[in-house]
Structures are given as structure tokens and as C-alpha cells.
């Protein structure tokens, strides 16, 4: 069973810093692309930062660039999402996606498919 499975999460003073973590566990064929979302209440889930399987390309929404950093080592598990300077506007649930291969039925592989963790809560204080 693939699990995808976010930590880092919590309450911090506006200015401050978090890391998350995301690992992607289970049955898949290699190292996984993985992004990171975030939703705030009563909003759509909106795409935050992005990094490749082996950390080589990483890519972020213009509304982080320059105080989040996304990375892993090399092709490893897991992947980060460190974020400074944090304002009470990021304040929001941060998932993270996982882009994997996983077995089929017939002794094969199948995807790539996407898989979602269960999300973080990040809080924000003014």
C-alpha cells in the first residue's frame, strides 16, 4: 500500500520558520517527483513549490520564491519544504503530492499516477 505522509506542521510567530517533510512509502518503481499544495479555508488548493525526482529541478509559485526552498538529496526520500520570513498569510493545510509507479496486477508497473498525503496544518501568528 503507497502511503504518502507530510510532518513539520505547526504554529509559529509571523517572521519565523518551518520545515515540512513528505515521504512517499510502499511499493513504487524509483524515486518520485513530489510537489507541495496548500489550502486555506475557502479557497481551492493552490500549488506552493515543486522538485524533481532527484532534486536536480525545482520549481515555486511566484507568491513563495525567495522565502521557500524546496529539495531532497540527490534521488532520496524524503523531500522538504523549508520556509522563512512566514507572514499570517500562508497560513493554510500543506499537502504533498507524490508522482508515482507503482505494481499492477499482472506483475507489471503502472503510472505515473498521483498520490496525496493526508496534509499538515501550518498556523501563522500577527
Known amino acids: 500500500q503507497v502511503q504518502v505522509v507530510e510532518s513539520g506542521g505547526g504554529l509559529v510567530q509571523s517572521g519565523g520558520s518551518l520545515i515540512l517533510s513528505c515521504v512517499a512509502s510502499g511499493p513504487t518503481f524509483g524515486p518520485a517527483a513530489m510537489g507541495w499544495f496548500r489550502q486555506a479555508p475557502g479557497t481551492e488548493r493552490e500549488f506552493v513549490a515543486a522538485v524533481s525526482w532527484n532534486g536536480a529541478g525545482t520549481y515555486y509559485a511566484d507568491s513563495v520564491k525567495g522565502r521557500f526552498t524546496v529539495f531532497r538529496e540527490s534521488h532520496k526520500n524524503p523531500a522538504f519544504l523549508q520556509m522563512n520570513n512566514l507572514t499570517p498569510t500562508v497560513t493554510a493545510v500543506y499537502y504533498c503530492?507524490?508522482?508515482?509507479?507503482?505494481?499492477?496486477?499482472?506483475?507489471?508497473?503502472?503510472?505515473?499516477?498521483?498520490?496525496w498525503g493526508q496534509g499538515t496544518q501550518v498556523t501563522v501568528s500577527s
Open positions: 503530492e507524490a508522482v508515482l509507479i507503482t505494481p499492477d496486477d499482472t506483475g507489471g508497473w503502472t503510472g505515473p499516477s498521483i498520490y
